[in-house]
C-alpha cells in the first residue's frame, strides 16, 4: 500500500498505524465507536451544555425517531462514552452526559465540525447534484 499523498500547501496526512489486534489503525477503532448517522450528532449536543435531558436531545436533532435516538444512546453509554442519571423521580427524569473518554472524543469531533462549517456551501452544491442523478434500477420512464 502507497503513502499518502499530499498537496504542497497542505500540510501530510498523519500516518494511522495499527496498535491492537482487530482494529486496522486507530481511525478504524474511532470509527467503530461513533458508526451511524446519529452518535456524532448527539455527542456534539451532549457536548455543548453539559447534562441534558432526553426531549433536549430530541428536539436539537432533526429526523431522528425515537427508536434510533434510544438504540444510540444506549450503545454510546455501553461504549463508555455517555453516562445516564436516572434520577427515580416522578415524572421520570433522566439526563445524558459525557464521560471523560466521551468529552476526549467530543474534542477530537470538533475539526469535523470545522470543516464541515467551512465547506457547507460546497457539500450543499455537491449533495444538490448528486439529487439529480438517476437511481440504480430504476428505468427511464417516457
Known amino acids: 500500500m502507497s503513502e499518502p499523498t499530499s498537496s504542497p ?3 501530510p496526512v498523519q500516518s494511522c498505524t495499527q496498535t491492537l489486534p482487530g482494529f486496522t489503525c486507530g481511525l478504524d477503532a474511532t470509527l467503530r465507536v461513533i458508526s451511524g448517522k446519529w452518535k456524532p450528532l448527539i455527542l456534539y449536543f451532549v457536548a455543548q451544555g453539559g ?9 436539537s436533532m432533526r429526523d431522528v425517531s425515537d427508536k434510533m435516538l434510544i438504540q444510540q444512546l444506549k450503545e454510546l453509554e455501553a461504549d463508555g462514552l455517555v453516562k445516564r442519571t436516572d434520577y427515580k423521580e416522578v415524572p421520570p427524569r433522566v ?4 464521560t471523560p473518554l466521551g468529552h476526549s472524543l467530543a474534542q477530537a469531533l470538533v475539526p469535523l465540525c470545522s470543516w464541515g462549517t467551512e465547506h457547507m456551501a460546497e457539500v450543499s452544491q455537491v449533495f ?6 438517476p437511481r440504480r434500477g430504476r428505468q427511464p420512464t417516457g
Do not use: H, I, V
Not at 447534562?51 to 428536539?59: M, S, V
Not at 439526563?95 to 459525557?98: A, E, G, I, N, Q
Open 128 to 133: 444538490a447534484e448528486r439529487a439529480t442523478w
Open 9 to 11: 500547501s497542505s500540510p
Open 95 to 98: 439526563d445524558y452526559s459525557l
Open 51 to 59: 447534562p441534558t435531558r432526553y426531549g433536549e436531545l430530541r428536539r
